[in-house]
C-alpha cells in the first residue's frame, strides 16, 4: 500500500491560493490609485476574442498610455501574454509588468513624473 501525505489541510491550500490572489488584486489596487492621484485612468482591459492582453491600460494627460500585466510576487508572463506584450511594443507602446508595489512609482516616473506634474 502508498500513502502519499499532503501537509496542511485543504482550507489551508486554499487558503494560500486565496492569498496570492489577493496580492496582485492588492497590487492593482494601488496602481489604479496611483494613476488616479496623478490625473490619469486605468481601467482593466478585457478582450473577448483576443486573448494575452495586459490586465490594464493607464491614460495619462497629455496622450500618454502604456498598458500594465499585473502579476503575483514572482510571477512572469505567459508567453501568449509575452507575444502580446512585445506586439504592443513593436507599435510604441510601454508595456510594464508589475508584481510588486515597489515598481509603480517607477512606473509612473517614467510615464511623465510624478503628482505634481498634473
Given amino acids: 500500500?502508498?500513502?502519499?501525505?499532503?501537509?496542511?489541510?485543504a482550507e489551508s491550500r486554499m487558503n494560500k491560493g486565496l492569498e496570492a490572489f489577493m496580492r496582485e488584486k492588492d497590487i492593482e489596487q494601488k496602481i489604479v490609485s496611483a494613476v488616479k492621484r496623478r490625473g490619469g485612468i486605468c481601467p482593466k482591459w478585457v478582450s473577448p476574442g483576443f486573448d494575452g492582453v495586459p490586465d490594464r491600460i493607464a491614460i495619462f494627460p497629455m496622450a500618454r498610455i502604456c498598458f500594465i500585466e499585473v502579476k503575483t510576487p514572482?510571477?512572469?508572463?505567459?508567453?501568449?501574454?509575452?507575444?502580446?506584450?512585445?506586439?504592443?511594443?513593436?507599435?510604441?507602446?510601454?508595456v510594464y509588468v508589475i508584481d510588486s508595489e515597489e515598481q509603480i512609482e517607477s512606473m509612473l516616473e517614467e510615464m511623465g513624473g510624478g503628482a505634481n506634474e498634473v
Fill in 74 to 94: 514572482g510571477k512572469k508572463p505567459r508567453p501568449l501574454q509575452k507575444a502580446r506584450h512585445k506586439q504592443l511594443r513593436h507599435f510604441g507602446f510601454r
Fill in 1 to 9: 500500500m502508498i500513502v502519499t501525505t499532503v501537509t496542511g489541510s
